[in-house]
Every structure is written in structure tokens, then in C-alpha cells.
């Protein structure tokens, strides 16, 4: 089934940093009871908006969290000294988000995940700048397969991100990471695909309606998880829906929660 990293809980967005620095706990913890009811697999926490604060917003954050709820928790920060102290303040194996090839983000990040009980989203960036072709992402996401595997973390455990781009510049992008995607799974099919897909719609109108079309053909492609906005009910509803459609909702009875508790609906 489909694993939804809910991005709601980032100080980037506004209400969130106000809740920060006003200590607003129960703002945090209605957003993340909603997030999980909403149908989120994992929360991500991102406390990195207000520089020089990055540190007591994570503690801050995680000691609110933590308390109310047995859900993952996806540690979002560049800076392996904020991640080790929020992984040792999490109680169930969490995500990382992330590591790329770019080689200062690299190097500091292959030893902090060395022996760590933990989930990887893995960027296929590297210092020359996006992907330009399929090749590239192809590439690229073998080669941190290959060296997250070389630390000891399982294929399950490694989520690759394929970066998606904008189609408004460039129409042949959105091929060029569906294929990419395919072929990623079709030579490692024991790793996740996860990722952002908001980029794919980004200068045109109704964006929305461009995700949710481009989030279909990501998951026919071998996508199994995002990091949305689990509060978005059109797009929550087009993922049962294709997870059903494409046989890994058993007897259909994720679809049918979904519409009997009106999250699916025409």
C-alpha cells in the first residue's frame, strides 16, 4: 500500500513557526492528530525555517509530538548533529529525510547513518546540479543504493527520490522521471519510491488537478509514497483509488473506509 510522509508540520509554513515560537502545543498536536487520522504513515518534522533556532524548535517540536502518537516520524533536517539528537529522542525507528551525492551533504551524512535503525529518503541529486535525463536519475539512484546498502541498510529501508521538474519548462520532463521510476524498480524492486510532486505543476494553472493526474501515473510507475498534505482529501482519495486500481487494495476494503467515512466522494 501506498505510505503517505505528511509535510504539514514545518516551521517554513507560517502557523507552524508562529506556533514554535509562541510554545503553541496544541496548534502542533491537533495538526498532527489530524494528519493521522487524515491517513498519514509518517509525520515529517522540519524545525530548520528559523535560523540559529533549528536545534530547541526540533527538541521542542519532538518532545510535543512524541507524546501523542505511536506514528513514524520523519526527522527533516541537512545537519547531522540536529539528527542525532532527534534520533535518539524518537521511541520507533524513524525516516531521514535526507541524503544526496552532493558531496559536502555526502560525506557528512554516510557516518551518521552507519548502524542506525532507520529509513532513508535518498535525493538523486549530485554537485552538478539536477538530472537531466533518465539516465541520470537511473544512475544517480544506483549509486546511493549501492553505497547506503555498503553501510548496512536494507533496500527496504531506502526511499528514493527521483526529483521531479517542472513540465511547464521543459514537456518532456514528466516522461523522463516516470521512466526513470520504472526502470529504478524494475532493477531494485525491494526500494520505495517517494518524493515531492508538486514541482511537476509548478507555473501553470489548476495545479492540483495536474498533481493528482501526475500521482497516478507516478504509482502505476512503481511510486509507493509521497510527502503531501494528508489534509487534501482530492488527493488522499486519488491514491486509495489507485492503490485499488492497481491490486494492492485487497477485497477493495481500503477504497470502501475511504468512501464510507465520505474521504471518497464524486
Request: aromatic share 4%; net charge negative.
Amino acid at each position: 500500500m501506498f505510505e503517505v510522509i505528511g509535510e504539514r508540520i514545518n516551521t517554513s509554513r507560517k502557523k507552524v513557526q508562529a506556533a514554535v515560537e509562541e510554545k503553541n502545543a496544541e496548534y502542533i498536536i491537533d495538526d498532527v492528530k489530524k494528519q493521522q487520522e487524515a491517513g498519514a504513515n509518517f509525520i515529517d518534522v522540519n524545525a530548520g525555517a528559523r535560523i540559529g533556532h533549528e536545534k530547541e524548535d526540533m527538541e521542542w517540536l519532538l518532545n510535543t509530538i512524541g507524546p501523542i502518537t505511536s506514528m513514524p516520524l520523519c526527522l527533516d533536517s541537512p545537519d547531522p548533529a540536529i539528527l542525532e539528537m532527534a534520533y535518539e529522542m524518537v521511541e520507533q525507528a524513524p525516516m531521514i529525510n535526507s541524503i544526496s551525492l552532493e558531496k559536502d551533504r555526502f560525506d557528512t551524512m554516510m557516518p551518521f547513518l552507519k548502524g542506525k535503525d532507520c529509513k532513508i529518503i535518498a535525493l538523486c541529486m549530485d554537485d552538478k546540479g539536477m538530472p537531466v535525463s533518465s539516465d541520470d536519475i537511473i544512475e544517480r539512484a544506483q549509486k546511493l543504493i549501492n553505497e547506503l546498502e555498503a553501510v548496512g541498510m536494507k533496500q527496504d529501508d531506502i526511499y528514493i527520490d527521483p526529483l521531479v521538474q517542472p513540465i511547464s519548462t521543459d514537456s518532456t520532463k514528466g516522461i523522463m522521471v516516470l521512466d526513470a521510476v520504472r526502470q529504478i524498480k524494475k532493477q531494485n524492486p525491494q526500494v520505495h519510491i517517494t518524493g515531492g510532486l508538486s514541482n511537476i505543476s509548478y507555473g501553470l494553472p489548476e495545479r492540483k488537478i495536474i498533481n493528482r493526474t501526475f500521482l497516478t501515473l507516478m504509482m502505476d510507475a512503481g511510486m509507493d509514497s509521497a510527502i503531501i498534505d494528508p489534509l487534501d482529501s482530492k488527493i488522499m482519495a486519488a491514491i486509495k483509488t489507485t492503490d485499488m486500481l492497481l491490486g494492492s487494495d485487497n477485497f477493495c476494503m481500503e477504497y470502501l473506509k475511504g468512501v464510507r467515512s465520505n474521504m471518497i466522494k464524486s
